[in-house]
């Protein structure tokens, strides 16, 4: 049994006659049992992207995430070119002949779902373009001064010649053209 209490803040103690019916009202054959609830299966906590509302907090993220990419990178050879403000993926890496875009993308949770735009899936699916998926799952965040963030550690996935596929992609949202 659950026993639930209210304060009225506009009780009236001298109630007119249809105020008065509705305080004294109780359902028929007094208490009445609930229907159950469905309630959606529980999310996986902390898992994947999600959106980060915070829009500090964000850019820490994902400057954060593209610092590592391009050390990881870097690391291994490559010449890192950043384009993400130019195109629809991070960086260009070349090594010898060997050229790749890559996508980096960052979360403060375990490894899962990340959001991808339309414009980085065309251009990981164009023939003959090698693209990576780097994920960089479990960032830190600490509060340099009130309001500025700054990302650390993490853990490293590579999706190597990545394509996404339509059944591994969600939709989150469309565009409706009202006319």
Avoid at 109 to 120: D, H, R, S
């Amino acid at each position: 049994p659950v026993q639930i209490l209210f304060d009225l803040l506009d009780f009236k103690s001298s109630p007119n006659e249809a105020l008065a019916a509705l305080y004294a009202w109780r359902p028929q054959g007094g208490a009445r049992k609930l229907d159950a609830v469905e309630l959606p299966p529980p999310i996986p906590p902390n898992r994947g992207q999600g959106r980060q509302s915070d829009t500090k907090k964000r850019i820490a993220i994902e400057e954060w995430a593209m610092a590592e990419c391009r050390h990881y990178y870097e690391g291994r050879g490559f010449r890192m070119q950043d384009t993400s403000k130019t195109n629809p993926f991070d960086f260009i890496a070349t090594r010898n002949v060997e050229t790749r875009r890559i996508e980096a993308k960052g979360c403060t949770g375990g490894l899962g779902e990340v959001i991808v735009t339309a414009g980085e899936v065309l251009a990981a699916r164009e023939v003959g373009v090698f693209t990576d998926l780097f994920v960089m799952s479990k960032i830190k965040l600490s509060e340099t001064e009130p309001g500025k963030f700054r990302g650390y550690g993490g853990k490293v996935t590579v999706v190597r010649n990545w394509v996404p596929l339509d059944e591994d992609l969600t939709p989150t949202q469309f565009r409706y053209a009202v006319v």
